[in-house]
């Protein structure tokens, strides 16, 4: 079946470095690529998705580009803040399955001043 | 705010009790997903219902049910608790295009604890 691994955390980083959050995924099909952020105490949101390979999506200063050949989604952003500090999620979508969503473990990231 | 609601936010309760979880999708949404997370087997696809039919399954256990009714509100039926039931339960909506690929918007979630 589908499946997301996402790297392990919790990543802590100072404020302004640059962050990867790496994640790979096994499918089937041909399926959609999201990231999904959680603040502490919150529910999931929508940061980022992209729906065929070599798409790039972004937000908030957030990039993560859909790569095939490497069955690749990695997140990346430049210069983290603060706030920017919650758990991440890499998650896929098979609109020919439904549109159900399968989660990675999610990434924790800590951004310290 | 992503428009979805989720009721209670919070509960506790006791082993072999039940327990109903409410969804209100966004306004126009047709498709109701159920998620949990746990701290041991993360975040799992529980069931999909759309325009009140059940559409998707996923890991849900024989205790658990859902329905949709027709104002598109959603419940889950929790029964038989178990301590290992505790979790946080998300609802998600999307418009529910079959066959399509469509975002899905969660709601806050219902934070669940079996004593």
């Known amino acids: 079946g589908d499946s997301v691994t996402q790297m392990e955390g919790p990543v802590t980083l100072s404020e302004e470095a640059f962050l990867t959050i790496n994640c790979t995924y096994t499918a089937t099909g041909y399926p959609s690529l999201f990231w999904y952020v959680q603040y502490p105490g919150e529910g999931l949101q929508l940061l980022l998705k992209?729906?065929?390979?070599?798409d790039k999506g972004s937000n908030k200063g957030f990039e993560a580009t859909y790569r095939k050949e490497t069955t690749s989604f990695h997140l990346e952003k430049g210069s983290v803040q603060v706030s920017d500090s919650a758990v991440y999620f890499c998650a896929l979508s098979d609109a020919g399955g439904g549109n159900k969503l399968t989660f990675g473990t999610g990434t924790q990231l800590k951004v310290e001043l | 705010d992503s428009g979805v609601t989720q009721t209670p936010k919070h509960l506790i309760t006791a082993t072999g009790q039940r327990v109903t979880l409410r969804c209100s999708p966004r306004?126009?949404?047709?498709?109701v997903y159920w998620y949990q997370q746990s701290l041991d087997q993360g975040l799992q696809f529980l069931i999909q219902y759309y325009n009140g039919e059940e559409r998707a399954k996923g890991n849900i256990l024989e205790r658990f049910s859902a329905q949709q009714f027709p104002d598109l509100h959603s419940e889950l039926n929790l029964s038989s608790l178990e301590l290992g039931d505790s979790a946080l339960y998300f609802c998600?909506?999307?418009?529910?295009?079959?066959?399509?690929?469509?975002?899905?918007?969660f709601g806050p979630g219902t934070r669940l604890l079996v004593l």
């Open positions: 306004s126009g949404d047709l498709s």
């Open positions: 998600a909506s999307s418009v529910g295009h079959l066959g399509v690929e469509e975002t899905q918007y």
């Open positions: 992209a729906t065929k390979a070599d």
